[in-house]
């Protein structure tokens, strides 16, 4: 199975400042069809997970410009440019190049 | 809107049986892969099983592999995950989700049904 790491596993972040989550893969997430499959899920507090973000910079409707996804190959990063108090939760990373479809550990977005 | 709605959860003893069902609505069930993923407290998520729209193919992670099995019924729009020889280690939160098909991503989620296996 394809292993994905995600750090930090926590980050206190200041309200307004940015916060970058990397999430890299133990086999290159290039599909055979030249596509590369890579999630980004938030979950806040007592909730389901929300996607945000899906084959790697594609954002949801809905999700605000201040989430952006980028990489390639084996490493990803989700970026938020400023970070505001309903950004607090988990964040997941998930790849779907390979069956069975894998999830990072997740990272605990708080508010410093 | 899209509605995915678990039930079926509880607590089951070590070696026994459970069926899990997901009610969706606000979009042609019949077309859409359906998940299961589920979520140990506190901890990741795992995707377990997935099933085509006309229910022709399944896959299953190897750790649920010969004792979970996932199916569907289009007439009523309702997803199924039948559980057995129940362990301990599959205390979770279980997650109905939707494929975005061609896109190989899960865009919408049920909110859960809690499956706590005791020994």
């Known amino acids: 199975d394809v292993v994905v790491t995600q750090s930090p596993l926590s980050l206190p972040v200041s309200l307004g400042q940015p916060a970058s989550i990397s999430c890299r893969s133990s086999q290159g997430l290039l599909h055979s069809d030249g596509n590369t499959y890579l999630t980004w899920y938030q979950q806040r507090p007592g909730q389901s997970p929300r996607r945000l973000i899906y084959k790697v910079s594609i954002r949801d409707s809905g999700v605000p410009d201040r989430f952006s996804g980028s990489g390639s190959g084996f490493d990803f990063t989700l970026k938020i440019s400023r970070v505001e108090a309903e950004d607090v939760g988990v964040y997941y990373c998930m790849q779907g190049t390979q069956w069975p479809w894998t999830f990072g550990q997740g990272t605990k977005v708080e508010i410093k | 809107e899209v509605q995915l709605v678990e039930s079926g959860g509880g607590l089951v003893q070590r070696g026994g049986s459970l069926r899990l069902s997901c009610e969706a609505s606000?979009?042609?069930?019949?077309?859409?892969?359906m998940h299961w993923v589920r979520q140990v407290p506190g901890k990741g998520l795992e995707l377990v099983a997935r099933i085509r729209g006309d229910a022709r193919r399944t896959t299953y992670v190897d750790s649920v592999k010969d004792r979970f099995t996932i199916s569907r019924d289009n007439a009523r729009s309702t997803l199924y995950l039948q559980m057995s020889s129940l362990r301990a280690e599959d205390t979770a939160l279980y997650f109905c989700?939707?494929?975005?098909?061609?896109?190989?991503?899960?865009?919408?989620w049920g909110q859960g049904t809690q499956v706590t296996v005791s020994s």
């Open positions: 989700a939707r494929d975005h098909y061609g896109f190989n991503s899960v865009d919408y």
């Open positions: 606000g979009f042609t069930f019949r077309d859409y892969w």
